[in-house]
């Protein structure tokens, strides 16, 4: 069971997150969907790296040799926090710039570009 | 190196506890991912977002990852709240 | 050069911090700043031409921090550069250079944004195309995706650019969690981001089929919405419709098609050998291939907004190169590459074309501008020309790729595949051809008016001064020299021998595993595949002259319909798509994700029936 | 497609994403059973080869630092994109501040509050500093240091004083500092391209001691130059997200 919930979660929440973004009727809340999207891709990597057992990988008072989970899903997730910190950031200046425009937030009614 | 070795050092817990603590973190999480995106109105969600992001930032911990707990807390829980709720202000007025 | 190599990336991110650093210098200071930023990109472009003609005979490995592998282990990064990712880089950074000329007199108004925005965009495409390491590759990725975000938002007072930057970037962005995701499936099982040493593993190891396949399929989505193939393609056209000229050049021209590499680099670095079942995957390349090649040349067909219209094309260009890379052989990659290089040089000097007509005119409605380009001749011509190249007539380069692809196409049994993708080259280039043939020489009637059209005529207004008297020289050139560039590569002598040989040492796994882990060049043969020829044979060049002439000929009927008894009857047949092409682009986030959706499940799906 | 259609061709596609995704991820070892190498090779290397006992800071300022290069730069056209995007809002704005100022008049903060944001302030900014010094030992590094850092910046507005806010941070000397960051770091990989080594190369000092402060060379100052980058990102993002409503406040005044 332990061994596999973490990825059923990591399922979840990337289903529940592009259920969000679709069904989505207002702007700032189909980002904030997205934000949970990539959620579940800090989740996956931190449990993909997970060492039963293991500390975390800083050797400042353990040794060396010290059983520890992965540090490099660490840095990857790090990265990816920042990622979705700048993303998010130009996301919303759109979706202000969108409603100064359309008047509205729902994305169901900026047709600007149909067709 | 892998496997079950249970370290006895200052910061580890002993493994059957951290399973029961990571399985009760991942519940709450998948729960507060949902509860985010079934929030509908935006300030509400704003609030709920901030909660989910300090229930991932304890995953992190659980998952010995403080690096990544810290970048949670202050982006996650704070800065990305911050961001939209200046943003929600900025477009509240045409929404009432 | 060696250790230089890193700063074909450095260069210009250093130069667009620094720009960005001094911009209260460069405030009153414009031709300092246009000067500065075009010898960034320039040098890059000569630096990349450099290393293109290094690395023919031996791929060069460069690793960063100098964390070299050992025991087939990487610990760092690396950048693992052969002749057709540094060859997609010089196209990159040659367009950019040519793009920002172009901006010289173009924009009104212009803060140190757009320069620095530029810059980091090339740097990105420079980093996607020469990193061996799959995140590196993400991160690129979405550095390139960020910044082109921005810049599509660039003039952000109108309502067009800010939706197109918003479906733009939700959609890129829910493909790059994607991928993310699956870069997280591979690492979780082989322990490694270098992408020789997965491939390695998963050639070494027995892994579960599961993983491989929907780790392959993850990241392989990422890259199909990157690169616009349907069902992930809705968001290319609103962004380019709605993006300023210079920046279209350099999405059609190049950015798409790093997409594609992508899907190349990845599969024949990492995924090939490990997944098998060559066949499956060839008929999945290729059924998406041609679905977004019709798809593309139909919509294409009908649009009259310009810049859409080239939108589309490129479109069906995306999935005609799609379909050459999906027979999976040296020669049909060959092709794909050569013809990504055509029509990169071709379709900016159409853009740039489009962009002179909106500085002159002020508009991009191809009814509205019906004869009214007759005082462009210059123009007028480049673009005619331009269009010729689009329908792949010799001796520009298209017209090699496109044969080539059609050879191995003919030679796997399958001659109606290059039937459906001459008749897509028709249906594109008769598309442009009208517009030259409308716009610039008056010919035949204005083509009935779309009514979405006439809804937005006052669009395009503030991208530049319009209604100049004269074309600035900075601004006819690029175009003018882009065309010319791609004769000169189609008449190059042994650019095939040349090409096939980097597609074979592309498709090579076994040899990039050892040139990138243990620092060993393998040795090939040119004369792998000896049945395949390596020469222009007069097939390609018939094929060529006669997509050419189909296109003429239906832009011929096209602008004299309705002088031409036999079809002046009933609505013009272009019109008839739009209804459902209406429905289906709807412009709607919701429904473009949706469709991503879709899309990952059918292909997904289609994969767990035939690999299990 | 209408909402009901586009809801169930999601719930039915979704649900054979869904389906595919978990074929691929019990295709995994299995959680708690990271199969290596590369994450036990470097915990093995890593405080020996850099003398930093924080391996994540090792792998994001050192082994993977190429990453983190683009990692920044990110950031760095995010902020350049939010000052593009608003910039025309913000001209508009000045226009049209007044009638739309009534409604927008926020409560006046309440001393409480000024006191409590002011009080932060200062720890707020040497936490930020510590945090972006350490990334060698603590589990910490330029880019938490920088958000917190921008987060003093930000405690400076809630505290009301948001012309001490205008005057700490205006938009042109952040974007300078932005853009130091940024190249600063690029600029201390290439460094080493200049004493002949690889891009990135850690040419300083590492030190003697694992996990003191002056130990681990590049890294630290990478961190620092990170740091710098993202607190002014952070702060130049916010500041343009305020600047609209500083200008109706004052108007209200």
């Known amino acids: 069971m332990m061994h596999v919930f973490p990825f059923i979660v990591v399922a979840w929440i990337l289903a529940v997150g592009l259920y969000g973004v679709v069904t989505s009727r207002h702007l700032v809340h189909q980002i904030v969907c997205l934000i949970v999207v990539q959620s579940s891709t800090y989740v996956l990597l931190l449990a993909v790296g997970y060492v039963t057992g293991g500390v975390a990988p800083f050797f400042y008072d353990v040794p060396v040799h010290t059983p520890a989970v992965d540090p490099v899903v660490q840095a990857l997730a790090l990265t990816d926090v920042v990622v979705e910190a700048a993303v998010t950031a130009l996301l919303l200046a759109f979706a202000i710039q969108a409603h100064k425009r359309f008047g509205t937030l729902d994305p169901q009614e900026l047709t600007e570009l149909k067709g | 190196m892998t496997g079950t070795v249970a370290v006895t050092t200052p910061y580890s817990v002993p493994v059957p506890l951290m399973d029961v603590l990571q399985v009760v973190v991942l519940v709450l999480v998948a729960a507060g991912a949902t509860a985010v995106v079934l929030t509908r109105r935006p300030v509400r969600q704003v609030m709920v977002l901030s909660g989910y992001g300090l229930m991932l930032a304890v995953l992190f911990m659980v998952f010995q990852a403080p690096d990544v707990t810290l970048s949670e807390l202050t982006v996650g829980a704070v800065a990305l709240p911050l961001l939209l709720l200046l943003a929600l202000a900025k477009i509240r007025k045409k929404e009432e | ?612 | 497609m209408t909402p009901a259609t586009r809801r169930w061709v999601f719930l039915i596609a979704g649900a054979g994403l869904v389906a595919f995704y978990l074929w691929g991820l019990t295709g995994l070892p299995g959680f708690g059973a990271y199969p290596g190498p590369y994450g036990f090779i470097i915990n093995q290397v890593a405080v020996g080869q850099t003398k930093a006992t924080a391996v994540v800071s090792a792998i994001n300022f050192e082994y993977r630092g190429f990453d983190t290069v683009g990692e920044e730069f990110i950031l760095f056209v995010a902020a350049a994109g939010v000052s593009t995007v608003l910039r025309h809002l913000r001209g508009e704005r000045e226009r049209s501040a007044l009638d739309e100022a009534r409604d927008r008049a926020a409560p006046p903060t309440s001393d409480a509050v000024r006191t409590l944001a002011l009080v932060f302030t200062g720890p707020a900014v040497i936490m930020g500093w510590y945090l972006a010094a350490h990334a060698q030992t603590a589990p910490s590094g330029g880019f938490q240091g920088g958000v917190v850092l921008a987060t003093a910046f930000i405690l400076i507005y809630l505290s009301g004083q948001f012309l001490l806010f205008k005057r700490v941070s205006p938009v042109a000397v952040t974007e300078t500092v932005e853009a130091v960051g940024a190249g600063g770091f690029a600029c201390v990989g290439l460094s080493a391209v200049f004493l002949g080594l690889p891009y990135l190369t850690n040419d300083l000092g590492l030190g003697t001691t694992p996990g003191a402060i002056d130990s681990s060379g590049t890294i630290a100052l990478i961190s620092f130059f990170v740091g710098v980058e993202v607190a002014a990102a952070f702060v130049l993002i916010v500041g343009e997200l305020l600047e609209q409503t500083l200008l109706i406040r004052q108007e209200t005044r």
Request: aromatic residues 10%; charged residues 15%; hydrophobic residues 55%.
């Open chain 3, 1 to 612: 050069m060696d250790q230089l190599l890193a700063l074909v990336v450095v260069i210009p991110l250093l130069v667009a911090a620094g720009i960005s650093a001094l911009t209260p210098v460069f405030r009153t200071r414009r031709r300092a700043l246009d000067t500065v930023a075009i010898a960034a990109a320039a040098s890059v472009t000569v630096l990349l031409a450099v290393l293109m003609t290094r690395t023919a005979h031996r791929p060069e490995v460069y690793w960063f921090a100098g964390f070299r592998p050992r025991h087939g282990i990487a610990i760092g990064i690396d950048f693992a550069v052969d002749p057709i990712s540094a060859g997609l880089a010089a196209l990159a950074a040659l367009l950019v250079t040519v793009a920002m000329i172009f901006s010289w007199r173009y924009f009104h108004r212009v803060a140190t944004y757009f320069h620095a925005l530029m810059l980091v965009f090339l740097a990105g495409m420079v980093g996607f195309c020469l990193t061996g390491d799959i995140f590196d590759l993400f991160v690129w990725f979405e550095l390139m995706g960020v910044t082109a975000y921005a810049l599509t938002a660039y003039r952000p007072e109108e309502r067009g650019p800010v939706q197109g930057a918003l479906n733009f970037a939700i959609t890129n962005s829910v493909g790059a969690y994607l991928w993310l995701s699956g870069i997280g499936l591979i690492y979780g099982r082989t322990g490694a981001l270098n992408m020789a040493q997965i491939g390695r593993y998963l050639t070494t190891h027995r892994t579960s089929s599961g993983l491989v396949v929907v780790a392959f399929v993850l990241i392989l989505t990422g890259l199909l919405i990157k690169s616009a193939i349907v069902p992930f393609h809705f968001w290319l056209a609103d962004a380019h419709a709605v993006a300023p000229t210079p920046v279209c050049v350099l999405f059609s021209g190049v950015m798409v098609e790093l997409g594609l590499y992508g899907i190349a680099r990845v599969y024949w670095s990492m995924f090939g050998a490990g997944l098998g079942h060559r066949t499956v995957i060839s008929h999945l390349f290729l059924a998406l291939g041609l679905l977004t090649a019709v798809t593309g040349a139909l919509f294409c067909y009908r649009e009259r907004h310009i810049k859409r219209l080239l939108a589309f094309s490129t479109i069906s260009h995306a999935g005609i190169f799609l379909a050459g890379l999906s027979w999976l052989t040296p020669l049909g990659l060959a092709g794909a590459a050569v013809y990504v290089l055509g029509h990169g040089l071709v379709k900016a000097a159409l853009f740039l074309c489009v962009g002179i007509v909106l500085h002159r005119i002020g508009s991009v409605n191809e009814t509205a501008l019906h004869g009214r380009g007759r005082r462009l001749r210059v123009t007028g011509v480049v673009f005619t020309l331009a269009a010729l190249g689009l329908a792949d007539l010799p001796p520009f380069a298209t017209y090699l790729g496109k044969g080539w692809i059609e050879d191995t196409s003919a030679a796997a049994g399958s001659a109606w595949v290059a039937g459906v993708l001459i008749a897509c080259s028709i249906l594109v280039g008769g598309a442009v051809l009208r517009v030259a043939g409308g716009v610039f020489w008056g010919l035949g009637d204005p083509p009935a008016e779309d009514p979405r059209m006439a809804e937005e005529a006052s669009e395009e207004k503030t991208e530049t001064d319009s209604g100049r008297q004269r074309t600035p020289l900075t601004m006819i050139i690029p175009p003018a020299v882009l065309v010319v560039a791609a004769v000169a590569l189609g008449l190059t002598p042994h650019l095939g021998a040349v090409v096939q040989d980097a597609a074979v040492r592309f498709q090579d796994q076994a040899a990039y595993n050892q040139a990138v882990l243990f620092g060993r060049v393998v040795a090939h043969p040119v004369a792998l595949h000896p049945a395949e020829p390596t020469a222009i044979t007069p097939a390609d060049v018939l094929t060529g002259a006669g997509s050419a002439l189909g296109a003429l000929i239906l832009a011929g009927l096209s602008l004299y319909r309705r002088r031409i008894p036999l079809l002046r009857r009933g609505p013009e047949p272009d019109l008839l798509l739009a209804g459902p092409i209406r429905r289906i682009q709807s412009g709607v986030i919701n429904d473009y994700v949706t469709w991503i959706v879709v899309g990952v499940a059918g292909i997904g799906g289609y994969l767990a029936v035939t690999i299990r």
